[in-house]
């Protein structure tokens, strides 16, 4: 793996280039295709099968930057309230408090471009599902 971009979309299945890029520690990521199989009333295998769902997962390990993290947060969380505590003394520190979409509304969609070494994958309308940081003595956080 080379990089990891990604970039918030405007709204589900408008992808938008990468914003932001990382270098991840690893990446494992698969697309698995979901077909929809149609089985007749005399038959025990099925008789056809369409396209059905195309869905991706699996995981991307990279140290916790601040200037990267928030992205994260905001796509596994869906809101995002920034303050200016002290524009004053401080004018250029704020305050970022993550917190889970309401019922009924729609998390941000991403959109996720790995890049190898000569190409690269690009993942629409991403969400996440979940994410773990890890706290070891001696290293950064990822």
């Known amino acids: 793996m080379r990089y990891v971009g990604i970039g918030k979309e405007t709204g589900f299945g408008n992808p938008t280039t990468p914003t932001r890029y990382l270098d991840p520690l690893s990446v ?3 697309a698995d295709k979901e ?3 149609r089985r007749g009333i005399g038959s025990r295998w099925p008789v056809d099968k369409a396209l059905g769902n195309i869905v ?3 995981d991307i390990e990279f140290p916790a930057n601040p200037e ?3 992205d994260f947060l905001l796509m596994l969380l869906g809101k995002v309230e920034t303050s200016q505590p002290d524009p004053i003394e401080a004018p250029n520190v704020y305050a970022h408090v993550f917190k889970p979409c309401e019922v009924g509304e729609s998390p ?6 790995i890049g190898l070494d000569s190409t690269a994958r690009r993942i629409t309308s991403a969400i996440l599902g979940s994410m773990s940081l890890e706290f070891a003595p001696g290293e950064y956080v990822s």
Do not use: D, M, R
């Not at 941000?108 to 471009?113: A, D, G, L, M």
């Open 28 to 30: 494992s990521i698969a």
């Open 35 to 37: 077909p929809i199989l």
């Open 56 to 58: 991706v997962s699996g």
């Open 68 to 70: 990267i993290i928030g």
């Open 108 to 113: 941000p969609t991403y959109t996720i471009e």
